[in-house]
T-cell receptor, first 116, second 111 residues
Framework: DVKVTQSSRYLVKRTGEKVFLECVQD?????MFWYRQDPGLGLRLIYF???????EKGDIPEGYSVSREKKERFSLILESASTNQTSMYLC???????????????FGEGSRLTVL | KNEVEQSPQNLTAQEGEFITINCSYS?????LHWLQQHPGGGIVSLFM???GKKKHGRLIATINIQEKHSSLHITASHPRDSAVYIC?????????????FGTGTRLTIIP
């Protein structure tokens, strides 16, 4: 069964703490994405990566960084958490379109982060 | 203005009704996705379309590239179809296959 696994379903952190959110996929996908989802705003792209060590900023990268040292793992880092980063964080992965024309996306279950 | 607009935002219907959810986008795209999100957060990919129509069970998705519009239809709706339905468009340049999402349509099917 194909899977995108996010390391934590629920986290509570304090303002200023460093936060790591891990995402692992077992499907050999090239593309990996980090989104945040807030009520009324839908999913907004933070960063994405189409290959190991490659990363591209999304629409809201400020306050975040990412790391992709291995193909299966894409980490989201909050260097100094702030209360406005309280949100649901979703990881997703897919093949490059040229490799798989189904274009199917696979999502993790989400990590709900609360910053106090 | 959001690049992807969905309508309606909320839809309540009786079991068995035919459901239509609409998605309009403002930029040229190569592919459009429909996704389903159940309470609890899990998101499932339903379709990816670049032209025409696709069908899976009771779900049908259509796209009109010229009009920049897509629709998701559900036939013989059932309470288990209650979820948020999200459309998203996708870039195709290598290294830029990111998705831009609509804010979703919350569908409630009443038994």
């Amino acid at each position: 069964d194909v899977k995108v696994t996010q390391s934590s379903r629920y986290l509570v952190k304090r303002t200023g703490e460093k936060v790591f959110l891990e995402c692992v996929q077992d499907m050999d996908h090239e593309n990996m994405f980090w989104y945040r989802q807030d009520p009324g705003l839908g999913l907004r792209l933070i960063y994405f990566s189409y290959d190991v060590k490659m990363k591209e900023k999304g629409d809201i990268p400020e306050g975040y960084s990412v790391s992709r040292e291995k193909k299966e793992r894409f980490s989201l880092i909050l260097e100094s958490a702030s209360t406005n980063q309280t949100s649901m964080y979703l990881c997703a992965s897919s093949f490059l379109l040229g490799r798989d024309f189904t274009g199917e996306l696979f999502f993790g279950e989400g990590s709900r982060l609360t910053v106090l | 203005k959001n690049e992807v607009e969905q309508s309606p935002q909320n839809l309540t219907a009786q079991e068995g009704e035919f459901i239509t959810i609409n998605c309009s986008y403002s930029v040229g795209i190569s592919a459009l996705h429909w996704l389903q999100q159940h309470p609890g957060g899990g998101i499932v990919s339903l379709f990816m379309l670049s032209s025409g129509k696709k069908k899976h069970g009771r779900l049908i998705a259509t796209i009109n590239i010229q009009e920049k519009h897509s629709s998701l239809h559900i036939t013989a709706s059932h309470p288990r179809d209650s979820a948020v339905y999200i459309c998203a468009h996708r870039g195709t340049n290598f290294g830029n296959e990111k998705l831009t999402f609509g804010t979703g349509t919350r569908l409630t099917i009443i038994p």
